[in-house]
């Protein structure tokens, strides 16, 4: 079966209820387990699994044009984390040129998008705002939904054209 989902920068899958749909198809730039220091575990480490089954990068995706119904795009959000932070394990960092890699993410996320196709885009405004991210891009979101415990998250919602 030829999946009809991309999560584009997969992470561990935490959002995900089936995290071996057999409808998604799973990229990230890392293939890795890790452990970080958490105080909130037992043990005091966190393990982290970011196990995608295509390794890549969400700027220049190894798909074909108008491939995937469903695109969920949520790249990392933070760029002040200490590069040996569980946050930074889990979640990557952006770097300085972020507004640029951000940009060339979405044209991919809607490159690969059927015509009519949805993208999911979440974001968290910790450090960055979503307007920001929205003025970087020409592509106009339909509808938004804020969550989280101080509401910072946002999933924002596109249709391709």
Not at 43 to 60: A, C, M, Q, W, Y
Not at 122 to 140: D, V
Request: hydrophobic letters at 35%; proline letters at 4%.
């Amino acid at each position: 079966m030829n999946p009809r989902i991309l999560d584009a920068c997969c992470g561990s899958r935490m959002f995900w209820f089936d995290k071996s749909n057999s409808n998604a198809l799973f990229l990230d730039k890392r293939s890795e387990t890790v452990f970080a220091k958490d105080k909130s575990c037992k043990t005091g480490l966190r393990k982290i699994e970011v196990i995608p089954d295509i390794v890549g990068d969400f700027t220049s995706m190894p798909f074909k044009d108008n491939y995937f119904y469903l695109v969920v795009f949520d790249p990392p959000h933070l760029k002040t984390l200490g590069t040996t932070s569980w946050m930074a394990k889990k979640y990557g960092k952006l770097d300085n040129n972020w507004k640029d890699v951000i940009s060339k993410g979405f044209d991919e996320c809607i490159r690969v998008l059927k015509t009519n196709g949805t993208l999911i885009f979440k974001w968290n405004e910790s450090e960055i705002m979503s307007s920001e991210i929205l003025s970087l891009i020409p592509y106009k979101p339909l509808f938004g939904h804020t969550t989280g415990r101080q509401s910072k998250t946002i999933w924002i919602t596109f249709m391709k054209d």
